[in-house]
């Protein structure tokens, strides 16, 4: 014991200390230049700076070669074509917006615009940032919204009327779906609650996306990994669905998935918008818990043909007795 005393004690001495580095101060370190200084506050504030990468998603942005104080003639870059910033500039005389950027296709197809327009026309040269964009799209969001309710719903009273298997109603014994339909269902909510209280930040991520949940705020960090989640529980509930189910059924029962997952994510990500989402998702999660709980458990499995029974005996499927 005493001998676990000294030790303890020469540890807690070891970790109270440490190398200090007695660095010359270099006043100068941040001797930046008025343009250097700029480049970076601009940079805090917008989100992107010289050197930044752009995919035109628009039909075709015009762009002058010259500012508008100088005679100019248009320019054009068409959708697909990737363009990078070259330099930015303020024009306090433009009274539609004053901050004009320079971007550059190659070296003869480059020109001004401004920024409101040229940011309605792009977006970062990022798959991660493609997809977001994508999936923010108000249009698009609006038709998936009715096509998820209409199809969702036809869906599910067809399955419901052949007595086939669906998650919620008629479900496999597994916890997987059900996990499945709560994750998309709190991700679409965290999703809405960013875009509404922290939208800087969301705006932030979606110019420097990353997929590593630690390297991010804590809200996002949360948001990603719940996306991770969403991905591997996924695999486990199709993986869950092939064993447990005939090929025909297991079809169907991966269909109605993803038709219930599509409807809870315009669901709960268009209702948070309106506060009703938050309202919404502890109903939903007690009606899942519910629906799970009332489900018949078959807690053996059959020795010949691996499928899941409700007691020993005879097999149903195979004829296999298991004792």
Not at 63 to 74: E, G, I, N
Request: net charge positive; proline share 5%.
């Amino acid at each position: 014991m005493r001998l676990v005393r000294i030790v303890s004690g020469l540890l807690v001495f070891v970790m109270c200390c440490s190398c200090y580095n007695n660095r010359q101060h270099t006043p100068d370190a941040w001797d930046l230049t008025k343009q250097q200084l700029d480049s970076i506050s601009f940079s805090t504030t917008h989100h992107y700076t010289q050197n930044y990468n752009f995919l035109v998603t628009a039909r075709s942005l015009p762009l002058a070669d010259a500012l508008p104080d100088m005679a100019f003639d248009s320019l054009l870059v068409v959708r697909g074509e990737r363009v990078v910033v070259a330099e930015i500039a303020t024009v306090p005389s433009d009274t539609i917006d004053s901050v004009w950027v320079k971007v550059a296709r190659d070296q003869i197809t480059q020109g001004w615009i401004r920024e409101s327009e040229l940011l309605a026309g792009v977006c970062p040269d990022d798959p991660i940032s493609q997809f977001i964009d994508l999936f923010s799209d108000t249009h698009l969001l609006i038709f998936l919204a009715l096509c998820a309710v209409v199809g969702g719903a036809f869906a599910v009273r067809r399955l419901l009327r052949r007595r086939a298997w669906i998650v919620h109603f008629h479900d496999i014994d597994s916890f997987y779906p059900t996990l499945l339909c709560l994750l998309v269902a709190a991700a679409a909510t965290l999703y809405a609650t960013i875009q509404m209280f922290g939208p800087e930040s969301w705006r932030h991520f979606y110019y420097h996306p990353s997929l590593n949940p630690f390297a991010l705020p804590a809200h996002l960090g949360v948001f990603v990994a719940s996306v991770w989640a969403i991905i591997i529980v996924g695999g486990a509930a199709v993986d869950e669905a092939v064993h447990r189910l005939s090929a025909t059924d297991a079809v169907l029962y991966l269909g109605g998935l993803a038709a219930v997952c599509a409807v809870n994510y315009v669901v709960f990500s268009i209702s948070t918008l309106y506060y009703v989402g938050y309202l919404l998702l502890p109903a939903y999660i007690l009606f899942a818990r519910r629906a799970y709980r009332r489900r018949p458990r078959r807690p053996y499995l059959c020795g010949h043909c691996g499928r899941p029974l409700r007691a020993k005996g005879t097999c149903p499927h195979c004829g296999a007795v298991n004792k």
